[in-house]
């Protein structure tokens, strides 16, 4: 069994910074693809950044140059860095991740239960 699990949300106000973790344990034999989401009340869950396993990182628009998406693959551990953080950066941010699991041959995708970000105005 696979879980990942996120950490490092909070309250913070605008212009600061948080930095997430979200760490995969079980039984894994590989993980590919790691990212972040994010949503919003009333909101469909969007990307915001996601990095393969050889390290090369996607980001959405909205998050371009603020935030940093890297990854500790000895530690099955994916960060988001998160600076100039915005009041509608405000969301339940969570950990996703393609893993394949010790004794399959094909990745699934595996979500964390989120953790909550809120930056004040």
């Known amino acids: 069994q696979v879980q990942l699990v996120e950490s490092g949300g909070g309250l913070v106000q605008a212009g600061g910074s948080l930095r997430l973790s979200c760490v995969a344990s079980?039984?894994?034999?590989?993980?590919?693809?790691m990212g972040w989401y994010r949503q919003s009340p009333g909101k469909q869950r969007e990307l915001v950044a996601t990095?393969?396993?050889?390290?090369?990182?996607n980001y959405a628009d909205a998050v371009k140059g603020r935030f940093s998406i890297s990854r500790d693959s000895a530690e099955n551990t994916v960060y988001l860095q998160m600076n100039s953080l915005k009041p509608e950066d405000t969301a339940v941010y969570y950990c996703?991740?393609?893993?394949?699991?010790?004794?399959?041959?094909?990745?699934?995708?595996?979500w964390g239960k989120g953790t909550l970000v809120t930056v004040s105005s």
């Open positions: 996703n991740a393609d893993i394949v699991v010790r004794g399959m041959y094909f990745g699934k995708v595996y």
């Open positions: 079980g039984s894994i034999a590989r993980i590919n693809v």
């Open positions: 990095i393969t396993s050889g390290g090369s990182t």
